[in-house]
Protein backbone atom coordinates (compact mmCIF):
# COMPACT_ATOMS: atom_id res chain seq x y z
CA UNK A 1 0.00 0.00 0.00
CA UNK A 2 1.24 3.38 -0.86
CA UNK A 3 0.44 6.47 0.63
CA UNK A 4 -1.32 7.67 -2.44
CA UNK A 5 -3.57 5.17 -2.13
CA UNK A 6 -4.29 5.63 1.60
CA UNK A 7 -4.84 9.18 0.83
CA UNK A 8 -6.94 9.11 -2.23
CA UNK A 9 -8.73 6.33 -0.35
CA UNK A 10 -9.90 7.96 2.26
CA UNK A 11 -10.69 11.13 0.89
CA UNK A 12 -13.24 8.98 -1.50
CA UNK A 13 -14.65 7.79 1.77
CA UNK A 14 -14.85 10.67 3.73
CA UNK A 15 -16.42 12.62 0.34
CA UNK A 16 -19.24 10.20 1.07
CA UNK A 17 -20.63 13.23 3.55
CA UNK A 18 -21.40 14.89 0.63
CA UNK A 19 -24.97 13.27 0.39
CA UNK A 20 -26.46 14.70 3.46
CA UNK A 21 -25.95 17.99 2.62
CA UNK A 22 -27.48 17.43 -1.28
CA UNK A 23 -30.19 15.27 0.23
CA UNK A 24 -30.86 18.85 2.82
CA UNK A 25 -30.25 20.65 -0.05
CA UNK A 26 -33.24 18.56 -2.11
CA UNK A 27 -35.20 18.49 1.32
CA UNK A 28 -35.77 22.48 1.30
CA UNK A 29 -36.71 22.96 -1.88
CA UNK A 30 -39.18 20.42 -2.06
CA UNK A 31 -42.16 21.98 -0.78
CA UNK A 32 -43.78 20.19 2.32
CA UNK A 33 -40.98 17.64 1.94
CA UNK A 34 -41.05 15.50 5.79
CA UNK A 35 -37.74 13.65 6.59
CA UNK A 36 -40.54 11.06 8.60
CA UNK A 37 -42.89 10.50 6.40
CA UNK A 38 -41.05 10.61 2.86
CA UNK A 39 -38.40 8.09 1.64
CA UNK A 40 -35.09 9.69 0.54
CA UNK A 41 -35.76 8.29 -3.35
CA UNK A 42 -38.43 11.08 -3.73
CA UNK A 43 -36.19 13.77 -3.71
CA UNK A 44 -35.09 12.25 -7.25
CA UNK A 45 -38.38 11.71 -8.88
CA UNK A 46 -40.23 14.11 -11.62
CA UNK A 47 -41.97 15.63 -8.45
CA UNK A 48 -38.86 17.02 -6.62
CA UNK A 49 -36.94 20.47 -7.61
CA UNK A 50 -34.05 19.26 -7.14
CA UNK A 51 -34.07 15.95 -8.79
CA UNK A 52 -31.26 16.20 -11.00
CA UNK A 53 -29.12 17.23 -8.20
CA UNK A 54 -30.08 14.66 -6.18
CA UNK A 55 -29.71 11.47 -8.41
CA UNK A 56 -26.31 13.42 -9.67
CA UNK A 57 -25.46 12.73 -5.79
CA UNK A 58 -27.08 9.11 -5.77
CA UNK A 59 -24.27 8.68 -8.77
CA UNK A 60 -21.46 10.35 -7.02
CA UNK A 61 -22.01 8.31 -3.52
CA UNK A 62 -21.49 5.10 -5.68
CA UNK A 63 -18.45 6.18 -7.49
CA UNK A 64 -17.55 7.20 -3.98
CA UNK A 65 -17.88 4.35 -2.49
CA UNK A 66 -16.33 1.97 -4.86
CA UNK A 67 -12.93 3.90 -5.18
CA UNK A 68 -12.65 4.04 -1.65
CA UNK A 69 -13.30 0.20 -1.74
CA UNK A 70 -10.92 -0.79 -4.19
CA UNK A 71 -8.05 1.81 -3.47
CA UNK A 72 -8.54 0.94 0.50
CA UNK A 73 -8.97 -2.91 0.90
CA UNK A 74 -5.33 -4.32 0.41
CA UNK A 75 -4.81 -2.24 4.05
CA UNK A 76 -7.31 -3.80 5.69
CA UNK A 77 -6.68 -6.94 7.70
CA UNK A 78 -8.18 -10.14 8.25
CA UNK A 79 -11.01 -12.17 6.42
CA UNK A 80 -13.06 -8.92 7.48
CA UNK A 81 -10.53 -6.98 5.80
CA UNK A 82 -11.15 -9.40 2.65
CA UNK A 83 -14.76 -9.40 2.60
CA UNK A 84 -15.29 -5.19 3.21
CA UNK A 85 -14.05 -4.61 -0.07
CA UNK A 86 -16.60 -6.55 -2.45
CA UNK A 87 -19.60 -5.79 0.08
CA UNK A 88 -18.71 -2.08 -0.08
CA UNK A 89 -18.37 -1.94 -3.91
CA UNK A 90 -21.69 -3.84 -4.24
CA UNK A 91 -23.45 -1.26 -1.70
CA UNK A 92 -21.93 1.50 -4.41
CA UNK A 93 -23.03 -0.27 -7.27
CA UNK A 94 -26.48 -0.75 -5.74
CA UNK A 95 -26.59 3.48 -4.46
CA UNK A 96 -24.99 4.29 -8.43
CA UNK A 97 -27.58 2.54 -10.27
CA UNK A 98 -30.93 4.44 -7.68
CA UNK A 99 -29.40 7.38 -9.24
CA UNK A 100 -29.95 6.01 -12.99
CA UNK A 101 -33.48 4.62 -12.35
CA UNK A 102 -35.69 6.59 -10.19
CA UNK A 103 -38.49 5.06 -8.12
CA UNK A 104 -41.26 6.94 -10.41
CA UNK A 105 -39.34 5.38 -13.39
CA UNK A 106 -38.59 1.35 -13.41
CA UNK A 107 -39.66 0.74 -9.59
CA UNK A 108 -38.68 -2.94 -9.63
CA UNK A 109 -34.97 -2.22 -10.36
CA UNK A 110 -34.86 0.95 -8.56
CA UNK A 111 -36.02 -1.41 -5.07
CA UNK A 112 -33.93 -4.32 -6.03
CA UNK A 113 -31.31 -1.90 -6.15
CA UNK A 114 -31.82 0.02 -3.46
CA UNK A 115 -32.01 -3.11 -1.11
CA UNK A 116 -28.66 -4.33 -2.17
CA UNK A 117 -27.17 -1.00 -0.97
CA UNK A 118 -28.77 -1.46 2.15
CA UNK A 119 -28.28 -5.25 2.86
CA UNK A 120 -24.65 -4.76 1.75
CA UNK A 121 -23.49 -2.13 3.26
CA UNK A 122 -24.42 -3.01 6.70
CA UNK A 123 -22.87 -6.27 6.14
CA UNK A 124 -19.91 -4.40 4.55
CA UNK A 125 -19.69 -1.99 7.94
CA UNK A 126 -19.09 -4.74 9.80
CA UNK A 127 -16.42 -6.93 7.72
CA UNK A 128 -14.76 -3.69 7.78
CA UNK A 129 -15.45 -3.31 11.49
CA UNK A 130 -12.83 -6.51 11.91
CA UNK A 131 -10.17 -5.32 9.08
CA UNK A 132 -9.86 -1.96 10.79
CA UNK A 133 -10.07 -3.09 14.89
CA UNK A 134 -6.10 -3.84 14.67
CA UNK A 135 -5.53 -0.46 14.23
CA UNK A 136 -8.20 0.96 16.70
CA UNK A 137 -10.42 -0.71 18.86
CA UNK A 138 -12.66 2.20 19.35
CA UNK A 139 -13.38 3.06 15.49
CA UNK A 140 -14.00 -0.47 14.78
CA UNK A 141 -16.51 -1.54 17.38
CA UNK A 142 -18.07 2.06 16.26
CA UNK A 143 -18.51 0.58 12.67
CA UNK A 144 -19.51 -2.89 13.92
CA UNK A 145 -22.27 -1.15 15.91
CA UNK A 146 -23.70 1.11 12.78
CA UNK A 147 -23.98 -2.17 10.84
CA UNK A 148 -26.01 -3.81 13.10
CA UNK A 149 -28.09 -0.80 13.24
CA UNK A 150 -28.32 -0.84 9.72
CA UNK A 151 -29.32 -4.44 9.35
CA UNK A 152 -32.02 -3.90 12.12
CA UNK A 153 -32.97 -1.04 10.43
CA UNK A 154 -33.25 -2.85 6.79
CA UNK A 155 -35.19 -5.83 8.32
CA UNK A 156 -37.87 -3.53 10.01
CA UNK A 157 -38.37 -1.25 7.06
CA UNK A 158 -38.54 -4.31 4.26
CA UNK A 159 -41.18 -5.62 6.68
CA UNK A 160 -43.23 -2.00 7.17
CA UNK A 161 -42.31 -1.71 10.67
CA UNK A 162 -41.80 1.88 11.55
CA UNK A 163 -42.41 2.09 15.25
CA UNK A 164 -42.79 5.92 15.44
CA UNK A 165 -40.40 6.68 12.87
CA UNK A 166 -42.39 6.60 9.73
CA UNK A 167 -41.53 4.81 6.18
CA UNK A 168 -38.93 7.64 5.62
CA UNK A 169 -37.55 7.66 9.27
CA UNK A 170 -36.94 3.58 9.10
CA UNK A 171 -35.35 4.03 5.20
CA UNK A 172 -32.58 6.58 6.93
CA UNK A 173 -31.86 4.51 10.17
CA UNK A 174 -31.03 1.76 6.95
CA UNK A 175 -29.25 3.92 4.73
CA UNK A 176 -27.22 6.28 6.91
CA UNK A 177 -24.91 3.99 8.48
CA UNK A 178 -22.79 4.04 5.25
CA UNK A 179 -22.04 7.45 5.30
CA UNK A 180 -21.35 7.58 8.64
CA UNK A 181 -19.52 4.86 8.89
CA UNK A 182 -17.08 5.09 5.62
CA UNK A 183 -15.73 8.71 6.75
CA UNK A 184 -15.09 7.07 9.91
CA UNK A 185 -13.36 4.61 8.25
CA UNK A 186 -11.54 6.85 5.53
CA UNK A 187 -10.28 8.87 8.16
CA UNK A 188 -8.46 6.61 9.90
CA UNK A 189 -6.74 4.97 7.31
CA UNK A 190 -6.03 8.04 6.02
CA UNK A 191 -4.05 9.35 8.77
CA UNK A 192 -2.44 5.90 10.11
CA UNK A 193 -1.20 4.89 6.52
CA UNK A 194 1.06 2.19 7.59
CA UNK A 195 2.54 3.38 10.31
CA UNK A 196 1.00 1.48 12.54
CA UNK A 197 2.69 -1.91 11.17
CA UNK A 198 6.52 -0.71 11.96
CA UNK A 199 7.49 -1.53 15.51
CA UNK A 200 9.71 1.94 15.55
CA UNK A 201 8.89 5.42 14.28
CA UNK A 202 12.17 7.13 12.07
CA UNK A 203 12.49 8.91 15.18
CA UNK A 204 13.65 5.84 17.23
CA UNK A 205 10.52 6.34 19.51
CA UNK A 206 7.82 2.78 19.67
CA UNK A 207 5.37 3.00 17.33
CA UNK A 208 1.43 2.33 17.98
CA UNK A 209 2.06 -1.19 17.23
CA UNK A 210 4.67 -1.77 19.53
CA UNK A 211 3.03 0.31 22.47
CA UNK A 212 -0.42 -1.58 22.27
CA UNK A 213 1.56 -5.26 21.74
CA UNK A 214 3.72 -4.09 25.17
CA UNK A 215 0.49 -3.31 27.04
CA UNK A 216 -0.71 -6.76 26.03
CA UNK A 217 2.19 -8.60 27.25
CA UNK A 218 2.16 -6.05 30.31
CA UNK A 219 -1.41 -7.50 30.91
CA UNK A 220 -0.38 -10.87 30.29
CA UNK A 221 2.24 -10.94 32.52
CA UNK A 222 0.08 -9.18 35.58
CA UNK A 223 -2.58 -11.93 34.94
CA UNK A 224 -0.03 -15.08 34.99
CA UNK A 225 1.47 -13.56 38.54
CA UNK A 226 -2.11 -13.02 39.90
CA UNK A 227 -3.02 -16.54 39.25
CA UNK A 228 -0.04 -17.64 40.51
CA UNK A 229 -0.38 -15.57 43.81
CA UNK A 230 -4.05 -17.23 44.09
CA UNK A 231 -3.02 -21.04 43.08
CA UNK A 232 -0.54 -20.63 46.22
CA UNK A 233 -2.78 -19.75 48.64
CA UNK A 234 -5.20 -22.62 47.33
CA UNK A 235 -2.78 -24.80 48.61
CA UNK A 236 -1.67 -23.39 51.87
CA UNK A 237 -3.05 -25.58 54.79
CA UNK A 238 -5.72 -24.33 56.87
CA UNK A 239 -5.03 -23.08 59.95
CA UNK A 240 -7.06 -25.65 61.64
CA UNK A 241 -5.30 -28.45 60.16
CA UNK A 242 -1.91 -26.79 60.53
CA UNK A 243 -2.35 -27.09 64.14
CA UNK A 244 -2.73 -30.06 66.01
CA UNK A 245 -5.91 -30.66 68.57
CA UNK A 246 -4.38 -29.94 71.46
CA UNK A 247 -7.94 -30.51 73.55
CA UNK A 248 -7.57 -34.09 72.61
CA UNK A 249 -4.18 -34.96 73.19
CA UNK A 250 -4.50 -33.45 76.31
CA UNK A 251 -7.72 -35.69 76.92
CA UNK A 252 -5.84 -38.43 76.13
CA UNK A 253 -2.71 -37.66 78.71
CA UNK A 254 -5.17 -36.97 81.56
CA UNK A 255 -6.56 -40.97 81.38
CA UNK A 256 -5.40 -43.44 83.59
CA UNK A 257 -6.74 -46.98 83.09
CA UNK A 258 -5.80 -48.55 86.41
CA UNK A 259 -8.20 -45.76 88.31
CA UNK A 260 -10.72 -44.70 85.32
CA UNK A 261 -12.58 -42.36 88.33
CA UNK A 262 -9.29 -40.26 89.63
CA UNK A 263 -9.75 -36.51 88.63
CA UNK A 264 -8.48 -35.27 85.41
CA UNK A 265 -5.29 -32.85 85.73
CA UNK A 266 -5.19 -29.69 83.80
Known amino acids: MTDSRYRWGGLAWVLTLQFFVVEAIAALQYDGYSYSADVISDLGTATSPARVLMNASFLLQGLLIIAGAVLLRPGLSGTGGRLAGPLLGLSGLGVLLVGLFPSDGDTTFHTVAAGVHFVAGAIGLIALAYGVRPRSEAVGTTLAVLGLVGVIGTIFFASA ?95 DPDDPWAPRRR
Do not use: C
Open 161 to 255: VFIGLGEGGMERVAGYVVPLGLPLAGALLWRQKDDWLALTNPDGTPSRRQLREDARLERARRAAERDAALEAATRHPAPDAARPDTDAADEADDF
